[in-house]
């Protein structure tokens, strides 16, 4: 008896990765439906229809098991948002591990842009089976690092701005994840400092700066706040941790957050504050190490003061509804299959066309 409840614990970190897998398809085939459904209508009205039924229920059924099951508790510093607040924002991060992605959804879920989030990509993600060609068709920028065309970055963002699609644009600008036991990604972070006259760090990486300031030539007055996050992980035995998407359900005891906001103008009138940033995370993860804490704690009254739950329930039960054919017809569980065996199959043939 035992022996089987040990087995049980360890299994459920794994749960929420089969349940957001295996609905997967069943939002793909949603998706599919709108867009057919807007092929004759303007763009923003696709956008609309894909960010209110598929990406933002599927973001906050993510932050359902993610957040809402782990029972993992979040400490916020700085200038953190009191309100929901739905805005068009660039959002800058710190990228120490696979999780920050959690923190970057369940902070846009709080602030009502859970549909919003676009991100800044690896161009290998293009090619994840299945949510691959969803992200492609959601708007996300897929970029090769030191082999970016820019003119084409240039276009997807004043596509998105002639077109007023809602966005929270999320850049790492880093361009990879920060460990400590990758010394080769360090020196090179080291040598492009040295290049840059930025000081060399050892908690994070030097920013590439191109990217954030693209978006704000491009965007322009089609942002309206830049909002600048530094993420650190404290484990269970109180131990600083980099957890991947298992060990965060498992092992993360607190997710601290500290919190700056900018308005474009200021990006605007100094082109080197992402360097500012970075300096400024550098000397705050440093002072973690030790203290496990952040300066400048939140008041208890901001968007982190309520139950995920709020955000979640209706959304769990809307992808319930979603999948429920699956329970209900073969021909539904056919279809589902087929779904997971041919997709990936004919994104692996559209690989060498699809740029």
Known sequence: MLGSLITLRSLVPSLPAVILVGSGP???????????????????WYHKLEQLLCWGPYQRLCMFFMEGLSGVQFKVYGDVPKTKNPVNSLLVANHQCVSDWIIIDSFAMRLG?????????????????LFGLYWHQHGLIFVKRGNNNLDLIREQLR?????????MMTLFPEGTRFDPNKKSIIEKSHAYARSVDFPLCNMVLTPRITGANIFVEELGDHLKKIFDLTIAYEGTQKEVLRPDTLEFVDKVKVVHIHFKQRTIDEAVKNPGWLFDSFKDKEAMLTEFEESFTFPDAAAMDTIYSWSVYQETLVPLLYTVLLCS??????????????????????QLLAK????
Request: proline share 10%.
């Open 352 to 355: 060498p066309v699809w740029k």
């Open 159 to 167: 596509d998105k701005k002639k077109n007023d699609i809602p966005m």
């Open 26 to 44: 069943s939002y793909l085939w949603l998706w599919f439906c709108i867009r057919l459904i807007t092929l004759p209508c303007p763009k923003k």
């Open 113 to 129: 842009n859970a549909g919003y989030i676009h991100f800044f990509a690896k161009n290998a993600l293009k090619y994840v089976p």
């Open 325 to 346: 054919p699956l329970a209900l017809s073969a021909s539904a569980r056919k279809a589902w299959l087929h779904t997971v065996l041919f997709v990936p199959l004919l």
